[in-house]
């Protein structure tokens, strides 16, 4: 018994993590902290930033900008406990190496699969939301993909026997049969995934190139929705600011937070920083507070063209335009937002390969895990493997399902580095 109870406890030591690259497994050290600056924004805009921010404006009035300082400032609190982490460990694995490092196997163990929550299972979910914006954009040039190419199996399956009218009973309805069984998934989410996996087995280079393009776009974009947008702020909407007192401010904290998710996965990236002592913390703290701003402009100008009653939607930003009758910005939104989902896939699926890899070199998972391509220098087994874990399930599961399990896997990883 005490056998095995000091091999759950054991830990290991600062210089047997970071000792892969003289043995030949090293991986390119091409990042600067530019490069992890915009992978920070790349996976911090995403999802959140073009879906959740409407709920929280709803919630808490012109007022949930305080919402955004609140948890910047946590956000912050935690970006600087990953950073200290970081400059004593420069190694891939994140939370998971933090947590070999501090508790030993068994919690490392645990939080090396509670990773796998956040950054795979929330991929899935990131893949179903960028299909509904890229469907939007397609119809927006007059392309349109059958509904059964375009929707996922079980939520098809629900609404045809709930009698419910619209897209998911008409993919039910007019999907082809083999054997019985109705062919039905969302193959845009598919593609994506099948994309970026690619691109993240290619090279660390070329996803830092696809990384840093995208984040320049979609903050182009974002700049040009304050600046039309803020031709239509009434001030008026500003008041009251405050419409459901501090209580109402703090209900939207859950779609906040969902809008900051992402920044850690820039410690994933250790062992391919130029410099990581130096880098990584300010990389994480850049990103943050870039990210911040933007978010706070970017709900005072929603909550100005509109009244905050009329934010509780998926697309508030796209609806804000639409009740302008700004047409041609919709496009724009939806280029803005299929962009920046793109960016937060990659980031994610960079980052799952690494702890995988993490864990292999420590012998919790098999040493396959831990290969590294003798040409394109990156994880390439781990990086397989997490593309399938990303994209079989987007042939059964429902986005709902998935959601469920991301933020949990997050704050768990925050709560243990803290």
Not at 108 to 137: H, K, Q, R
Request: hydrophobic share 55%; proline share 4%.
């Amino acid at each position: 018994m005490g056998y095995i109870f000091n091999s759950l406890v054991r830990k290991k030591s600062v210089s047997s993590i970071t000792d892969a690259e003289g043995h030949g497994t090293g991986l390119h050290r091409v990042l600067s902290v530019r490069d992890l600056t915009f992978f920070g924004i790349a996976a911090i805009i995403g999802a959140g930033s073009f879906s959740s921010i409407g709920s929280a404006c709803f919630s808490g009035g012109p007022a949930v900008i305080f919402l955004f300082i609140i948890c910047a400032i946590a956000c912050g609190f935690t970006a600087m406990c990953y950073a200290e982490f970081a400059t004593r460990v420069p190694a891939s694995g994140s939370a998971y190496t933090y947590a070999y490092v501090s508790f030993g196997e068994l919690a490392a163990w645990i939080i090396g699969w509670a990773l796998l929550m956040e950054y795979s299972i929330g991929n899935i979910y990131v893949a179903f939301s960028w299909s509904g914006y890229f469907v939007n954009l397609l119809e927006g040039f007059g392309l349109h993909l059958p509904a059964w190419l375009a929707t996922n199996y079980p939520d098809a399956h629900q609404a045809f026997l709930d009698g419910t009218a619209g897209k998911l009973s008409d993919a039910w309805t007019t999907a082809p049969t083999v054997g019985g069984l109705h062919i039905i998934f969302d193959l845009p989410a598919v593609m994506i995934n099948i994309l970026v996996t690619w691109l993240v087995y290619i090279g660390t280079k070329e996803s830092r190139n696809a990384s840093n393009l995208m984040v320049i776009i979609k903050l182009a974009i974002i700049l040009l929705v304050i600046i039309v947008g803020g031709m239509y702020v009434d001030i008026d909407n500003w008041s009251p600011f405050m419409p459901n007192q501090f209580s109402g401010v703090m209900a939207g904290v859950s779609g906040v937070f969902f809008a900051y998710i992402g920044f850690d996965a820039v410690s994933t990236l250790a062992e391919e920083c130029k410099n990581p002592q130096r880098d990584l913390p300010r990389g994480m703290i850049y990103s943050l507070v870039i990210c911040t701003i933007v978010f706070i402009i970017l709900a005072l100008v929603l909550t100005g063209m509109v009244s905050y009653t009329a934010l509780n939607v998926s697309d508030p930003l796209a609806e804000v335009f639409a009740v302008k009758g700004i047409k041609w910005m919709l496009f724009i939104v939806s280029v803005a937002a299929v962009v920046a989902m793109t960016s937060v896939i990659l980031v994610f699926q960079m980052g799952q390969p690494r702890i995988w890899m993490a864990m292999s070199r420590d012998g919790l998972l098999p040493k396959k895990f831990a290969e590294i391509h003798p040409k394109y220098k990156t994880p390439a087994f781990s990086t397989l493997v997490t593309g399938l874990v990303v994209g079989i399930p987007i042939f059964f599961v429902t986005p709902k399902f998935v959601l469920d399990f991301t933020s949990i896997g997050t704050l768990f990883a925050f709560v243990l580095v803290c």
